[in-house]
């Protein structure tokens, strides 16, 4: 298994997505509830700040992101990929993961450092990847593509289609 390609989609991947993504806006709450019971920061509004934005800017969008990603799911695929025969919708989920996602994500890693907290920043760095495996897998993906139809657009070839003219069908 290589971590720059997508996984193969089993039950522990999708059980693994779906508990960082639903614990995500419970981590953030916790990791600054600690802060503050440590004193970090000071005990007032200021901590509720930080917590209501992730629910209400990041979790939304993660949640639309890990539903579209394991629906258009794509194994083997560059995790950095980027398809140029569909350009707009590359930039868009790129935009996407990366700036309330990636931002917010990142930000929780480097939260959880700070704060010695490394089993905060283990499990978004893990959410991170999975935002990375996601955008792979939506970006790659095609509309209303068959099963085993690659994506260059060409169609599969059978055994009982070999040797048959491409064209309309004759009449005879």
């Not at 298994?1 to 508990?19: C, D, E, G, Y």
């Not at 083997?76 to 790129?94: E, H, P, Y």
């Not at 990636?102 to 978004?124: C, D, H, K, N, V």
């Amino acid at each position: 298994m290589n971590a720059l390609f997508t996984p193969q989609k089993t039950k522990p991947l999708v059980v693994t997505a779906r508990a960082v993504t639903y614990l995500s806006p419970f981590l953030v709450g916790v990791c600054f509830a600690i802060r503050g019971i440590r004193g970090d920061y000071p005990w007032d509004e200021a901590l509720a700040v930080p917590v209501f934005c992730y629910a209400v800017l990041v979790f939304p969008v993660s949640l639309l992101f890990q539903d579209q990603g394991l629906r258009r799911y794509r194994p083997g695929v560059f995790i950095l990929a980027w398809n140029r025969d569909r350009f707009w919708r590359s930039s868009g989920w790129t935009l996407v993961s990366g700036v309330p996602l990636g931002m917010g994500t990142i930000g929780m890693i480097l939260e959880g450092a700070y704060a010695q907290l490394y089993w905060i920043s283990a499990i978004f760095l893990l959410h991170l990847y999975l935002i990375l495996v996601f955008r792979a897998s939506i970006v790659m993906s095609r509309a209303h593509a068959q099963p085993g139809t690659p994506l260059n657009g060409g169609g599969v070839v059978r055994r009982d289609n070999v040797g048959v003219p491409a064209g309309p069908p004759s009449v005879t």
